[in-house]
């Protein structure tokens, strides 16, 4: 059964090598299988990437909502090449905006500890983020509100996403690839913020509203 | 018309039980008839809360398993008449009760009684979610420091998880002097962070410890700024409309000592 179904690590994530001869159906089930098992690779939030020729696209689509239902995303191109880390995030980054744009995924409340939001395009919060909730966004995020949780801008590689809010105290915070947590002795906020990557580095810098 | 409000705060130690047992004693001595219902299975307190202890005969678990009707399991508070009990039982688990089986019981319940309170235990799991089950009011409660603020952040979210809108919120062990000093969370944190309707700011009183010895709740004390406190939770319960209370000055001499260490 397990033969079916063979994941590879990747850079990036996880690979799914998919035996050709067998028939649609007992690849989902094992996949399934996998899922279910609770194996330690599908960690939530992971990107699988499946060789394109293999599926077509109603099978596609299946594989994707039962990806999505155990909390990963689902791809079908494959980063070129692992060393070329570089390139193949250039890459996505010039994907990023092209693609058309995704509708704002808009939260009409607080978000509470043990909360989270995640998608791929952006987010904007009418409420605070208190300690312990969680936003992972492709795009930017805006909080319209005290921001105290942990947040992730462009969780998907968008170098260029920001996150903006009226008291941003986040626990951490994340933009792209990079990570930063505020000095552990920070004043409160008085003015509303923003966070973008200038030269390497999340920088924040306050601004009207 | 009976309320059924649920008592919850997540973390443990912070005193859902001491309030489940005030806030029964004073809508009691208002003339209400009162239900108390502990759903804390096999770390009951709140019978010795209320000195009760050993007046118990059934218990809650033997109730919703149908072995007895519930008017067999109340125990009748020694001093006011319209306060009842329904403890639960120490010696099985949290698993021995399930939320249809709460409901199911609060329904019956119903006609008996102006107020059922429920005690619930700490923690988000099956036991917090029978305990919230029937309850048309959650009364959250808290203390001025993070790790119970967070926590009650936490159990708000899965309050409103689980469809309850009708949230209050007590502070309790409120420390005046700390607060003043900068040590302690204030309320405008607290309100910030939590963001709903504050009912009762309840100080840090010795009363209540030794109240919970002798098994009679704070609120019949009259020199308690604590039961004070409680009495004011109990009018806003019942609509009124009161101010909070002032944390009492310190006087001069109490001063003056301070600065010869004295106290």
Redesign the interface.
């Known amino acids: 059964m397990s033969d079916i179904v063979k994941i590879r690590g990747l850079k990036s994530g996880l690979q799914l090598l998919i035996d050709k001869n067998s028939s649609f159906d007992a690849v989902k089930s094992a996949i399934e299988e996998k899922l279910v098992a609770g194996d330690k690779f599908f960690i939530r939030g992971t990107t699988v990437f499946v060789d394109k020729q293999i599926f077509n696209e109603t099978q596609v689509e299946e594989l994707r909502t039962l990806f999505r239902r155990h909390g990963m995303l689902f791809s079908l191109n494959l980063p070129k090449v692992n060393q070329q880390v570089s390139r193949v995030q250039e890459n996505s980054v010039s994907k990023v905006e092209k693609e058309p744009a995704k509708p704002t995924v808009v939260v009409n409340k607080t978000l509470r500890g043990g909360q989270e939001v995640r998608t791929e395009s952006s987010v904007l919060v009418f409420g605070n983020v208190n300690p312990g909730a969680q936003i992972i966004a492709g795009g930017s995020i805006d909080v319209r509100g005290s921001c105290r949780g942990t947040v992730h801008a462009g969780a998907f590689g968008d170098q260029t996403a920001c996150i903006v809010a009226d008291k941003l105290r986040p626990i951490q915070i994340r933009i792209a690839d990079l990570i930063a947590r505020p000095p552990d002795n920070m004043k409160k906020a008085v003015q509303a913020e923003r966070a973008s990557i200038k030269n390497g580095y999340i920088v924040f810098e306050p601004i009207l509203r | 018309m009976c309320e059924i409000i649920t008592i919850t705060s997540g973390k443990g130690g912070v005193g859902k039980t001491t309030t489940t047992a005030n806030i029964g004693v004073g809508l009691a001595m208002r003339g209400n008839r009162v239900a108390l219902i502990d759903t804390d299975t096999g770390l009951r307190n709140l019978d010795l809360l209320l000195g009760l202890e050993n007046r118990i005969m059934y218990d809650l678990v033997d109730v919703t398993s149908g072995r007895v009707p519930y008017k067999k399991a109340l125990v009748r508070h020694k001093r006011f008449d319209s306060l009842y009990l329904l403890p639960t039982s120490q010696i099985r688990d949290k698993s021995a009760v399930n939320p249809e089986q709460l409901v199911q019981l609060c329904n019956e319940m119903k006609s008996d009684f102006e107020f059922i309170i429920i005690d619930c235990p700490a923690g988000i799991e099956q036991g917090f979610k029978t305990a919230i089950a029937a309850a048309d009011c959650a009364i959250v409660v808290t203390m001025p420091e993070i790790a119970a603020v967070?926590?009650a952040?936490?159990i708000?979210?899965?309050l409103?998880r689980a469809d309850k809108e009708n949230i209050k919120l007590i502070v309790n062990r409120i420390r005046a002097q700390m607060v003043e000093k900068g040590d302690m969370l204030d309320m405008a944190d607290i309100n910030?962070?939590l963001?709903i309707e504050c009912i009762g700011q309840v100080p840090d009183d010795e009363f209540v410890v030794t109240s919970t010895n002798k098994g009679e709740p704070a609120i019949t004390m009259k020199d308690s700024l604590a039961g004070q406190a409680y009495k004011n939770i109990v009018g806003r319960i019942c609509g009124e409309s009161i101010p909070f209370l002032k944390p009492p000055k310190e006087g001069f001499f109490t001063r003056l000592k301070r600065l010869f260490g004295m106290l």
């Open positions: 967070r926590d952040d936490k708000i979210g899965e409103g910030e962070i963001s």
